[in-house]
Protein backbone atom coordinates (compact mmCIF):
# COMPACT_ATOMS: atom_id res chain seq x y z
CA UNK A 1 0.00 0.00 0.00
CA UNK A 2 1.41 3.56 -0.97
CA UNK A 3 0.44 6.27 1.48
CA UNK A 4 -0.21 10.34 1.25
CA UNK A 5 -0.14 12.31 3.94
CA UNK A 6 -1.07 16.01 3.55
CA UNK A 7 -3.14 18.55 5.69
CA UNK A 8 -0.23 20.15 7.31
CA UNK A 9 0.10 23.51 8.02
CA UNK A 10 0.47 27.04 10.32
CA UNK A 11 -2.24 26.82 13.35
CA UNK A 12 -1.78 29.10 16.25
CA UNK A 13 -2.03 27.55 19.71
CA UNK A 14 -5.60 26.56 21.13
CA UNK A 15 -6.13 25.73 17.03
CA UNK A 16 -6.99 22.52 15.31
CA UNK A 17 -5.68 20.84 12.01
CA UNK A 18 -7.30 17.79 10.71
CA UNK A 19 -4.26 15.49 8.88
CA UNK A 20 -5.12 12.93 6.33
CA UNK A 21 -3.60 9.90 4.98
CA UNK A 22 -4.63 8.65 1.51
CA UNK A 23 -3.84 5.03 0.86
CA UNK A 24 -3.19 3.36 -2.47
CA UNK A 25 -2.64 -0.24 -4.20
CA UNK A 26 -3.32 -3.54 -1.73
CA UNK A 27 -6.03 -3.05 0.40
CA UNK A 28 -5.99 -0.61 2.95
CA UNK A 29 -8.53 -2.12 4.86
CA UNK A 30 -5.59 -4.60 5.47
CA UNK A 31 -3.93 -2.34 7.50
CA UNK A 32 -3.27 -0.72 10.56
CA UNK A 33 -2.40 3.05 10.16
CA UNK A 34 -0.44 4.89 12.47
CA UNK A 35 0.91 8.26 12.30
CA UNK A 36 4.70 9.68 14.05
CA UNK A 37 5.90 13.22 13.95
CA UNK A 38 9.14 13.89 13.99
CA UNK A 39 10.32 18.09 15.48
CA UNK A 40 14.24 19.38 14.22
CA UNK A 41 16.95 17.15 16.03
CA UNK A 42 14.29 15.02 17.50
CA UNK A 43 13.97 11.76 17.07
CA UNK A 44 10.63 10.09 15.38
CA UNK A 45 8.23 9.18 17.64
CA UNK A 46 4.91 7.15 17.85
CA UNK A 47 1.51 9.67 17.88
CA UNK A 48 -1.39 7.58 17.18
CA UNK A 49 -2.40 4.42 15.63
CA UNK A 50 -5.89 2.69 14.62
CA UNK A 51 -6.61 -0.58 13.75
CA UNK A 52 -8.07 -2.36 10.31
CA UNK A 53 -11.31 -1.23 10.78
CA UNK A 54 -11.26 1.67 13.02
CA UNK A 55 -12.28 0.24 16.75
CA UNK A 56 -9.28 0.90 18.22
CA UNK A 57 -6.95 3.59 18.62
CA UNK A 58 -3.82 4.00 20.54
CA UNK A 59 -2.01 6.72 21.83
CA UNK A 60 0.53 8.86 23.03
CA UNK A 61 0.49 10.22 26.43
CA UNK A 62 1.62 13.47 24.85
CA UNK A 63 -1.90 13.81 22.76
CA UNK A 64 -4.50 11.70 25.00
CA UNK A 65 -7.30 13.80 25.00
CA UNK A 66 -6.57 16.32 22.75
CA UNK A 67 -5.74 14.27 18.99
CA UNK A 68 -8.60 11.71 17.63
CA UNK A 69 -7.70 8.92 14.91
CA UNK A 70 -10.32 7.87 12.31
CA UNK A 71 -10.56 5.76 9.15
CA UNK A 72 -12.90 5.31 6.39
CA UNK A 73 -11.80 2.67 4.08
CA UNK A 74 -14.42 3.05 1.68
CA UNK A 75 -11.93 6.29 1.15
CA UNK A 76 -9.09 4.76 1.87
CA UNK A 77 -8.46 7.13 3.82
CA UNK A 78 -7.15 8.03 7.39
CA UNK A 79 -7.53 10.97 9.48
CA UNK A 80 -5.72 12.93 12.61
CA UNK A 81 -7.64 15.23 14.60
CA UNK A 82 -5.25 17.61 16.59
CA UNK A 83 -7.13 20.15 18.70
CA UNK A 84 -5.55 21.94 21.59
CA UNK A 85 -2.30 22.68 19.47
CA UNK A 86 0.98 23.31 21.31
CA UNK A 87 3.96 24.45 20.46
CA UNK A 88 5.55 21.29 21.14
CA UNK A 89 3.02 19.61 18.58
CA UNK A 90 5.22 21.18 15.99
CA UNK A 91 7.35 18.18 13.76
CA UNK A 92 6.56 16.80 10.29
CA UNK A 93 3.87 14.25 10.28
CA UNK A 94 3.98 11.20 8.79
CA UNK A 95 1.28 8.12 8.07
CA UNK A 96 2.37 4.20 8.31
CA UNK A 97 0.44 1.04 7.08
CA UNK A 98 1.19 -1.89 9.58
CA UNK A 99 0.11 -5.57 8.69
CA UNK A 100 0.26 -5.98 12.45
CA UNK A 101 -3.00 -4.95 14.59
CA UNK A 102 -1.80 -5.40 18.29
CA UNK A 103 1.74 -5.79 20.19
CA UNK A 104 4.23 -3.50 19.12
CA UNK A 105 2.24 -1.11 17.08
CA UNK A 106 3.67 1.78 18.63
CA UNK A 107 7.24 1.01 17.18
CA UNK A 108 8.08 1.94 13.67
CA UNK A 109 9.61 -1.69 13.06
CA UNK A 110 5.65 -2.49 13.28
CA UNK A 111 5.43 -0.38 9.75
CA UNK A 112 6.33 -1.49 6.22
CA UNK A 113 5.12 1.56 4.38
CA UNK A 114 5.18 5.27 4.99
CA UNK A 115 4.05 8.00 3.44
CA UNK A 116 5.71 11.41 3.09
CA UNK A 117 5.08 14.05 5.83
CA UNK A 118 3.24 16.72 6.19
CA UNK A 119 4.65 19.78 8.36
CA UNK A 120 2.70 20.86 11.10
CA UNK A 121 3.78 24.46 12.20
CA UNK A 122 2.41 25.44 15.55
CA UNK A 123 2.74 29.40 16.28
CA UNK A 124 1.53 32.48 17.41
Known amino acids: VQLQASGGGLVQPGGSLRLSCAGS????????IGWFRQAPGKEREFVASVNFIGSSATFADSVKGRFAISRDNTRATAYLQMNSLKPDDAAVYYC??????????????????WGQGTQVTVSS
Open 96 to 113: AASPSSSGRIAEQSSYVS
Open 25 to 32: GYRFSRYT
